[in-house]
């Protein structure tokens, strides 16, 4: 504009203040954690060596999860409401469970979901993702519900209605799953299309799948969130790359999403307690951003 004085020094306060609130405003969802450099990655996920609970777990969730199972729990999931409390109540709620399948730690549930939720916080990442990190785990409540035993709660999870996957862990103990010597179930495919798309094939039911379809509806949280929460526990794809030959497009960005989020669900394990009642005020302000003061369960 004509007659315009520009004042460099005006000029450079409000770029710093710009840059300023870049920061505040926190890093993208898909920044490097910090938790990749700093941690010793060796001593996670050692199945081979893991105690025999473990591996008990493991060969019972193997024999178990087949189609009719999986198709059975989808149909008791819709049918009815399980509770109906708010977020920190289910945190609460939780607080006694151990995971049997879990070999890395033996904290409880909240200590887990603050480490995880403290961790991606500390590295800047948006607020959504730190409600992800502290709720990941809260569809382990189906253990005061109806489940069956931990085997149709927790574990790694895998697609069923297709072959099993060599990359899911002990492997061998899927050939005293009936679905395993089906000769539908058996193929490659099984009842799939190739590239049908993760959101119409069924993975192993549990606290993954449990706590995708509780929030997906009673959230305002994205759907890199809601991937985190589906598939978080889907290792043999996100890991070791099993199971693309059923993915699409989309599927990929949810891919990326279970990638930037498993860092912090397994490296932040630590048997350092932390302080519950000093952080409880900032993650309720946090769920309230993105949930009602109760949902359905």
């Not at 990655?41 to 009719?68: I, L």
């Not at 009815?80 to 920190?88: F, L, N, Y």
Request: some cysteine; proline content about 4%.
């Amino acid at each position: 504009m004509p007659g315009m004085v520009i004042d460099g020094r005006a000029l450079d306060a409000v770029s710093d203040a710009i840059d300023e609130v870049n920061v505040l405003k926190g890093k993208s969802w898909d920044a490097e954690c910090q938790l990749e450099t700093t941690k010793d990655k060796t001593s996670f996920r050692q199945y081979e060596t893991a105690c025999e609970r473990v591996k008990a777990f493991y060969r019972e969730q193997h024999e178990k999860q087949t189609v009719a199972f999986n198709i059975k729990a989808r149909v008791d999931f819709k049918s009815r409401k399980r509770a109906r409390m708010g977020v920190w109540q289910a945190i609460e709620m939780l607080n006694t469970l151990v995971d049997d399948s879990d070999p890395d730690t033996e904290v409880s549930q909240i200590e887990h979901l603050l480490q995880t939720a403290e961790a991606i916080r500390r590295d800047g990442k948006p607020e959504w993702m730190q409600v992800t990190g502290l709720i990941h785990d809260l569809g382990k409540l189906l253990l005061f519900f109806d489940s069956q035993g931990q085997w149709d709660v927790v574990g790694d999870t895998f697609v069923v209605g297709c072959a099993f996957s060599d990359k899911n862990i002990y492997p061998e103990t899927f050939q005293k799953n009936p679905d395993y010597h089906d000769a539908v179930y058996s193929t490659k495919y099984g009842i799939y299309e190739p590239n049908c798309g993760l959101e119409n094939v069924m993975i192993s039911w549990g606290h993954d799948e449990y706590l995708y379809h509780v929030v997906k509806d009673q959230s305002t949280l994205p759907y890199e969130a809601l991937a985190m929460i589906r598939y978080h526990s889907f290792y043999p794809w996100h890991r070791e790359g099993a199971y693309m030959h059923l993915t699409n497009a989309k599927d990929m960005i949810a891919l990326e999403a279970a990638r930037a989020f498993n860092p912090y669900d397994l490296y932040s394990k630590s048997n350092e307690q932390c302080d519950v009642e000093k952080l409880r005020p900032y993650y309720e302000g946090l769920i309230a951003k993105f949930f009602p003061p109760e949902i359905d369960w």
